[in-house]
């Protein structure tokens, strides 16, 4: 079974809708059953990781981006908890630090750029700076060390012209960007932080913070449709998963990025004549040993 993950895709040149995206499973599905999909899928993951290794011409930056407690984390260590260390690099960017503000927003996001074979993953990323910096004008002030009035529509024009052309150009060089929000509603989070606050061992992935953040929830969602509006590309598209169960958006993450593999035309080397006849020397010598 396959889901049909081009629902989840935000159209390129479309005006995005929240409303449109559901938070909930879009099948019929039983989460034991969607378990068994899932394993399936990792397993080809982990083939397709070991082929973009070694084929050594391409990487893929995969982008996660949501509300508190949509489940970012447990997503990565589910879908990815398969994957060769060696070839994976994840990334949390939290608060930018005095040597990242004295650069431009995409610097540090840069640095962090997956090398050719391998496969980046970013929780957050340069969208914050279009996200909750848009939400709090203060924070984009600061780091563009702007006046408060110069935080303006033709500001926020700029930076989402600076994303697509980040992303455009990684795409040029051979990497492959791939943008996932974990659509959760309000009344999923509230459940999720009452959890987090009644359970004494989850209680330190709560802070009285994540309640003022969630206050701006409105806010949020606009900052988030005018983020996929204007940077959801054909070449780096942005997909809104339902996440209301981890499940389900494990799942559907996992089948995108398995897609998007196979379609990278991916091969092992193929050695030239000379390194063939090496090693059929190697062979012949290894045989003729006595031990």
């Known amino acids: 079974m396959r ?4 629902a989840f895709k935000a159209e390129a040149g479309r005006k995005i809708d929240l ?27 982990s083939e397709l990781q070991e082929k973009l290794y070694a084929d050594d ?11 508190d407690a949509a489940g970012k984390d447990s997503a990565i260590k589910h879908v990815m908890s398969g994957l060769n260390p060696q070839g994976c690099q994840v990334y949390s960017f939290k608060q930018p630090t005095s040597e990242e503000l ?30 909750i910096c848009k939400v709090h004008p203060k924070f984009a002030a600061n780091e563009s060390h702007l006046p408060l009035a110069e935080i303006n529509e033709a500001f926020w024009e700029s930076r989402y012209n600076s994303i697509r052309n980040f992303e455009e150009h990684l795409t040029a060089n ?23 606050i009644e359970d004494p061992a989850k209680n330190w992935k709560f802070s009285a913070g994540d309640i003022v953040e969630r206050e701006q929830w409105e806010k949020y969602m606009q900052a988030y449709e005018d983020a996929f509006s204007k940077t ?60």
Not at 3 to 6: A, Q, R, S
Not at 20 to 45: A, G, I, M, Q
Not at 265 to 281: M, Q
């Open 102 to 131: 004295d650069h431009d927003f995409l610097w540090r996001h840069y640095k962090a750029l997956p090398e050719r074979g391998r496969i980046g993953i970013h929780n957050r990323s340069h969208y914050e700076n279009v996200l």
């Open 19 to 45: 409303k449109d995206f559901s938070t909930k499973p879009t099948v019929n599905l039983e989460k034991e059953e969607s378990l068994e999909l899932l394993n399936h899928l990792k397993r080809e993951l």
């Open 3 to 6: 889901i049909d993950t081009d």
């Open 232 to 291: 959801s590309t054909d070449s780096s598209p942005w997909y809104i998963i339902p996440a209301d169960k981890k499940w389900f958006g494990r799942l559907a993450i996992c089948q995108i990025i398995v897609d998007k593999l196979q379609s990278m035309n991916l091969n092992f080397p193929v050695l030239p004549p000379d390194e063939v006849a090496a090693l059929e020397e190697s062979k012949r010598q290894l045989l003729s040993e006595d031990k």
């Open 174 to 196: 051979g990497t492959v960007v791939l943008k996932f929000f974990l659509n959760i509603s309000k009344k999923e989070q509230k459940e999720r932080f009452l959890k987090r």
């Open 57 to 67: 011409r391409k990487s893929l930056l995969i982008i996660f981006q949501a509300m």
